[in-house]
């Protein structure tokens, strides 16, 4: 089995980023980072690849007027690299239908709610107002509609009554660079798939979403 190439996108400081990077410099990722593509210049995620020596490219989707062609720009882009994975990685863009088919069972994205609940953004906030107990995040493979793909992993985390959006967020944070990092081990060691819009793990198909129980870290 040859080493997985991986493509991580970003938009911001890349806090899941660099829990990948960690877990593959540490072996526990058998697959090689070879690029860091970011839709936004300067981000701290940037620099946490290139301090990594990992390659960062940068491809400002304002310099595009349309969506479509922001997404044409970023496929051949990430093909260059030949990747056999795409992760998103606080990625924030929604991405084209055809963008999305064209990784169909080889893009993974963490979402930090435990979908189908919450879905797009501010989910911690809307947690909050719902007077939610349990909040999380889940890894899924991507599909054309958002944040619907196949779950694989997701993790808990209780909602105390004090908690602000960003105290909550920050202990949701906590769970997704335990959860991010073992999903994509999994793909690489080809334990994972996609097949007919489920996910498999070791052949076997994922009724529901795998769990890590919650707990007050």
């Known amino acids: 089995m040859s ?16 829990a990948l ?13 070879v690029a860091v593509i970011s839709n936004r210049p300067r981000v701290y995620g940037l620099e946490r690849a290139q301090a990594a020596g990992i390659e960062t490219q940068t491809l400002d989707h304002k310099n595009f007027a349309e969506r479509a062609a922001f997404d044409q ?7 260059s690299f030949q990747p056999d994975l795409v992760v998103l ?6 991405l084209t239908a055809e963008f999305v088919q064209a990784y169909t069972g080889r893009m993974l994205n963490i979402h930090p709610s435990l979908l189908p609940a919450y879905k797009g953004v501010h989910t911690h906030q809307r947690a909050l107002d719902d007077q939610a107990q349990i909040h999380g995040a ?36 906590v769970k997704e660079h335990r959860i ?9 060691a080809e334990r994972l798939s996609y097949q007919d819009g489920a996910a498999y793990l070791d052949g076997q198909r994922l009724l529901a979403p795998l769990k890590l129980k919650h707990n007050a870290v």
């Open 21 to 33: 990077i960690n877990a593959c410099a540490q072996g526990d990722i058998q697959a090689s980072i």
């Open 3 to 18: 080493t997985k190439r991986i493509v991580v996108l970003i938009s911001g400081s890349g806090s899941n980023l660099q």
């Open 89 to 94: 990685a606080g990625f924030m863009r929604i």
């Open 180 to 188: 991010y990092p073992q999903v994509v081990a999994w793909f690489c």
């Open 73 to 79: 720009a970023l496929k051949a882009l990430i093909d």
């Open 138 to 173: 889940s890894v899924h493979f991507v599909t054309a509609e958002l944040d619907a793909g196949a779950v694989v992993l997701q993790a808990e985390v209780p909602v105390f009554a004090e908690d602000t959006a960003e105290t909550l967020a920050a202990r949701v944070l």
